[in-house]
């Protein structure tokens, strides 16, 4: 079996997370231009979160996060790996078919419980009739997710991440040929483009596992050992899945009351979520197969050169990506959104929702470096205390903020709950022996990392100032954010290089190994 080259494997999942998190923005750029911020875009947004909670909850979060370690060691061990995955494939599409037959007609109150302000609204409808197409999805995209790790327990990396790709080629396509639409049928051509994209991802990454000789099978349910401990595993995870949908859905109520903030809200967040996929979706995928079979095989000493690493690389392309996100927000937004239906009007409160999430997101991400952590030993249960501490935390915030800074209340939660998060996981890991431990070289660069992202934030700063005319004309802007952006990187990796914190030439010699 082929060991994980991490660096390697890390920037190919980054490169195709990349690819889909750019095809994304272009996707919420074109549904911002065709729809703005109105009725059927925040319908057609709650109506696509739906699958998208329940996916986090049942595949890529509860299941896969016990089904992941279980099977890579099972590869590690030469065990009947395959037979496990089919077994798993097998228990969570039954229990998926059933929970999909409940869904649909169940879709009022599911709107209702994501978006309480659409009560006696045109919202609702909308988002009920779009809902009720857009669930079938779950079906597909969590058999997928299950496949996809399978090949990444076993080192077979490009696939899965390559597949998101699928489903934001086909929006932009929906997009584009429903051009002239009224609004309301492009909404329903976008639903029922998320089920062409489930069905389109679950056979690429079936055939990459075929091709990859992976003979997982979906067969008749059966109840055995192996799928007992899984639940076992899995059920503390499955909990913790749904404290954090409780917290995306108090974000999204609060955001509800206040029209407009929905998209508003996510629209930032797909700014932020482009370097958090491209970093933590990234590092989370390849460093929990390895810090498993590391585990399995007793290699304390790679385990904490993985983790450090892995922390190490996702802080020095996250730390600059969060200031960057908060020095220039309204240029970000004002030139990558405003067009059509979105507005000035739509510039300034999206902007500060930008501000508030690029103060989380170095968080956001250390919580895939250190969740593994706790995975690889088959821990679910103390993740999920922790994320109970943190529900709180953005209850207390969004709720009680709401009255005070309207919907930013909602953005606020998320980014203190996120950073409470990190905190008890990264104190809770303090117990964990050598593996878990920081090395002398994480905490030299750290700080090192952190002062060339700062100078880095001065630059644009400046820079954003000095240009401030040509990033407001429409012939010009374009081109001088990208010489913002692109002086912000130089200047990084410059400082960045000078002072210590980012050896270049490291990070090729590790892509070779």
Do not use: C
Not at 122 to 128: F, G, I, T
Not at 339 to 363: C, I, M
Not at 463 to 482: D, F, I, K, M
């Amino acid at each position: 079996m082929r060991p994980i080259r991490l660096a390697a494997a890390f920037f190919a999942v980054g490169a195709w997370t990349f690819a889909s998190r750019i095809l994304g923005f272009v996707r919420d750029v074109l549904i911002a231009a065709f729809l703005g911020a109105g009725p059927v875009a925040e319908a057609f947004l709650i109506a696509f979160a739906l699958p998208n909670m329940f996916r986090r909850f049942f595949a890529e979060g509860a299941f896969n996060t016990a089904f992941v370690p279980l099977y890579a060691k099972k590869l590690e061990a030469g065990e009947d790996a395959d037979g496990f995955a089919s077994d798993a494939m097998s228990a969570l599409a039954g229990v998926l078919v059933v929970f999909t037959a409940i869904a649909i007609p169940a879709m009022p109150f599911l709107v209702l419980a994501m978006a309480g302000g659409f009560a006696d609204d045109s919202r609702m409808a909308l988002a009920v009739d779009y809902g009720r197409i857009v669930f079938v999805y779950i079906l597909f995209i969590s058999l997928a997710a299950l496949v996809s790790g399978a090949l990444n327990a076993a080192g077979r990396f490009w696939a899965a991440a390559a597949a998101p790709v699928l489903l934001n080629v086909i929006l932009v396509t929906v997009l584009v040929a429903s051009a002239g639409a009224e609004d309301v049928v492009q909404g329903r051509w976008l639903a029922w483009g998320v089920v062409a994209a489930g069905m389109a991802q679950l056979g690429f990454v079936w055939v990459a596992a075929f091709r990859a000789g992976l003979g997982i099978r979906l067969r008749r349910p059966r109840w055995t050992p192996e799928l007992k401990r899984l639940a076992i595993i899995a059920a503390p995870a499955a909990l913790a899945g749904g404290v954090v949908q409780v917290n995306l859905l108090v974000g999204r109520q609060v955001a509800s009351w206040f029209d407009g903030a929905i998209a508003w809200l996510n629209y930032a967040d797909r700014l932020y979520q482009l370097p958090l996929g491209v970093v933590g979706i990234a590092i989370g995928v390849v460093l929990l197969p390895d810090l498993s079979r590391r585990l399995r095989a007793g290699d304390d000493a790679g385990g904490r050169q993985a983790f450090n690493r892995a922390g190490e690389l996702s802080l020095a392309l996250t730390l600059p990506a969060a200031v960057a996100l908060m020095v220039i927000a309204e240029p970000l937004v004002s030139v990558l959104f405003q067009r059509g239906a979105f507005g000035a009007e739509d510039v300034a409160p999206t902007a500060a929702a930008l501000v508030v999430y690029g103060a989380g997101l170095p968080a956001f991400v250390l919580q895939k470096v250190l969740q593994p952590l706790y995975f690889a030993r088959e821990d679910t249960r103390t993740p999920f205390r922790y994320a109970v501490a943190s529900m709180l935390v953005n209850a207390g915030v969004a709720i009680g903020l709401a009255p005070l800074v309207g919907f930013l209340a909602a953005a606020l939660g998320t980014t203190l709950a996120a950073w409470a998060m990190v905190w008890l996981l990264w104190r809770g890991a303090r117990g964990m022996g050598q593996a878990a431990a920081l090395d002398e070289r994480f905490r030299r660069r750290i700080i090192r990392i952190l002062a060339a992202a700062l100078v880095m934030g001065a630059a644009i700063a400046a820079a954003a100032a000095a240009l401030e005319p040509w990033l407001a004309a429409p012939g010009w802007r374009y081109g001088a954010l990208a010489l913002l952006v692109g002086l912000g990187g130089a200047v990084y990796f410059a400082a960045a290089h000078l002072f210590g914190g980012l050896r270049l030439g490291e990070v090729r010699a590790a892509l070779r190994r």
